[in-house]
T-cell receptor
Framework: DTAVSQTPKYLVTQMGNDKSIKCEQN?????MYWYKQDSKKFLKIMFS???????INETVPNRFSPKSPDKAHLNLHINSLELGDSAVYFC???????????FGPGTRLLVL | QKEVEQNSGPLSVPEGAIASLNCTYS??????FFWYRQYSGKSPELIMF????GDKEDGRFTAQLNKASQYVSLLIRDSQPSDSATYLC?????????????FGKGTHLIIQP
C-alpha cells in the first residue's frame, strides 16, 4: 500500500489549458505539501496544508491553487498553463510529531 | 531570503572511500536539518535528520551539525556504487509547525567502481 500517491504520473498538455494533480496519503499525517522541482533539479516548496487550512503560500502565481477536500487529500489546480510550469511536482506529508517529510512519486508535467 | 547552499558537483569518489557532502544555510533560526537522497527520476527519500550540534551516526552514514558555523555535512563510509545519486540538504524553517523544508540545489555524487 503506497503511503503517498499522486495522479497522474505524467501529464502532457498545451499552453493555456487548466489541469489538476491529485495527491492522497494513508499515513494519517496532519500536514501536506506541494513542491516543484525544476529542470535544474531545484526543489522548492509551493504550499502547505494543515488540517485543511493553508499555512504557508510561497510566491507562486495565483494560477496555482491547492484544494484539500479532506485530511488525506491535497490536490493542485493549475489554470492557464505556461511553458515555465513544466516541472516535476511532488506532494509530501508530515506528521507523528516529527518534521520528517515523506514524498510522493511525483507528477511530471510538460507544457507544450 | 532563507538559503541553503551546496556544491552541485559532480563529486567523484572511488568505491570503498569516504564521501563527504557539505551544506551551509543562512537562517540562524533553523532548527532541523535533513539529508535526502534522490535517484534520477525518483522522489527524494530521507537519509538522516539531525537537530543538535555534533555527530549523528546511522550505519554507514554520519551527519554533522555546527550551528555556530551554520554548517551541516553528511559522510558516507565505505561508499558503494548504489550510493551514486543526488544528495539534497534541507532545513526546517524556524517557527516549526507546518513550515516546509528549504532545500539546497543538491550535490551529484558518483561512486566509481
Amino acid at each position: 500500500d503506497t503511503a503517498v500517491s499522486q495522479t497522474p504520473k505524467y501529464l502532457v498538455t498545451q499552453m493555456g489549458n487548466d489541469k489538476s494533480i491529485k495527491c492522497e496519503q494513508n499515513l494519517g499525517h496532519d500536514t501536506m505539501y506541494w513542491y516543484k522541482q525544476d529542470s535544474k533539479k531545484f526543489l522548492k516548496i509551493m504550499f502547505s496544508y494543515n488540517n485543511k487550512e493553508l499555512i504557508i503560500n510561497e510566491t507562486v502565481p495565483n494560477r496555482f491553487s491547492p484544494k484539500s477536500p479532506d485530511k488525506a487529500h491535497l490536490n493542485l489546480h493549475i489554470n492557464s498553463l505556461e511553458l515555465g510550469d513544466s516541472a516535476v511536482y511532488f506532494c509530501a506529508t508530515r506528521g507523528g510529531g516529527g518534521e520528517t517529510q515523506y514524498f510522493g512519486p511525483g507528477t511530471r508535467l510538460l507544457v507544450l | 531570503q532563507k538559503e541553503v547552499e551546496q556544491n552541485s558537483g559532480p563529486l567523484s569518489v572511488p568505491e570503498g572511500a569516504i564521501a563527504s557532502l557539505n551544506c551551509t544555510y543562512s537562517d540562524r533560526g533553523s532548527q532541523s536539518f535533513f539529508w535526502y537522497r534522490q535517484y534520477s527520476g525518483k522522489s527524494p527519500e530521507l537519509i538522516m535528520f539531525i537537530y543538535s550540534n555534533g555527530d549523528k551516526e546511522d550505519g554507514r552514514f554520519t551527519a554533522q551539525l555546527n550551528k555556530a558555523s551554520q554548517y551541516v555535512s553528511l559522510l558516507i563510509r565505505d561508499s558503494q556504487p548504489s550510493d551514486s545519486a543526488t544528495y539534497l540538504c534541507a532545513v526546517a524553517r524556524s517557527g516549526g509547525g507546518a513550515d516546509g523544508l528549504t532545500f539546497g540545489k543538491g550535490t551529484h555524487l558518483i561512486i566509481q567502481p
